[in-house]
């Protein structure tokens, strides 16, 4: 594929930054700029060539055309509050018509409830839209019930040099799974309000939901238990 796919990451702190897209000649730009928003699942973290067989390569390489441009702004740890000041602005600097977007996971670790990971979910996917240029995909939370870290952390027996997060440790499966549920329908909430913008302008790109399971394949998979870490 045409240009090369690098890894960026900005590292501003301080009060939420003022989300405004760049302007440029759409004749000096390709038809598809692509950015992958995300943790350390979108770097490919665990992964045995991560610049090869992190899911947003794998996804620009297969689906999408030769005159494509890529972008990865996935951070280590993200979640979607720190994505709208570290991520979201870099993402915007480069006027995306593609952007997907997997943070939930670290969200769901840190105790974040479900009513305020929606509204962070919704300021993050409605600025990235850019009025409507720029198409946007969700991921679903994964489930987590039966990964091996999560086992280990809820039986007090975690693998070798993982720190179990307290809250993680303490909950149930079947509470795990309705966070799960709750974060899916938060993002299903967000995908209808941003999807319904498109019948208000012809040129403008819905967001929408895909499924985790995309991005399980063998050759994408993390392999460090979670898979989104």
Request: aromatic share 6%.
């Amino acid at each position: 594929m045409l240009l090369t796919a690098a890894a960026l990451t900005a590292c501003e702190t301080g009060g939420g930054p003022e989300l405004r897209p760049s302007s440029s000649s759409p004749a000096q730009r390709p038809a598809i700029v692509y950015a992958a928003v995300g943790a350390s699942e979108t770097l490919g973290v665990g992964a045995k060539d991560p610049l090869r067989d992190a899911w947003p390569q794998v996804f620009y390489r297969t689906a999408l055309p030769r005159s494509a441009n890529f972008y990865d702004f996935g951070i280590p740890g993200a979640t979607v509050a720190s994505a709208l000041t570290d991520e979201a602005p870099e993402a915007l600097s480069v006027e995306p018509t593609l952007v997907t977007v997997w943070l939930n996971v670290n969200d769901l670790i840190a105790g974040v409830t479900a009513t305020a990971y929606e509204g962070e979910l919704d300021q993050l996917v409605h600025a990235l839209r850019r009025g409507g240029a720029a198409r946007v995909m969700l991921a679903n939370t994964p489930w987590l019930d039966r990964l091996p870290v999560y086992l280990g952390c809820h039986a007090g027996t975690p693998p070798s040099g993982v720190d179990c997060p307290p809250a993680l440790a303490a909950t149930s499966p079947a509470e795990l799974n309705a966070d799960v549920d709750a974060y899916n329908s938060a993002i299903a909430q967000v995908a209808q309000r941003e999807g319904s913008t498109r019948s208000r302008s012809s040129r403008a790109w819905p967001a929408f939901r895909f499924p985790v399971g995309l991005m399980e394949s063998p050759s994408t998979r993390c392999e460090n238990g979670f898979g989104s870490p």
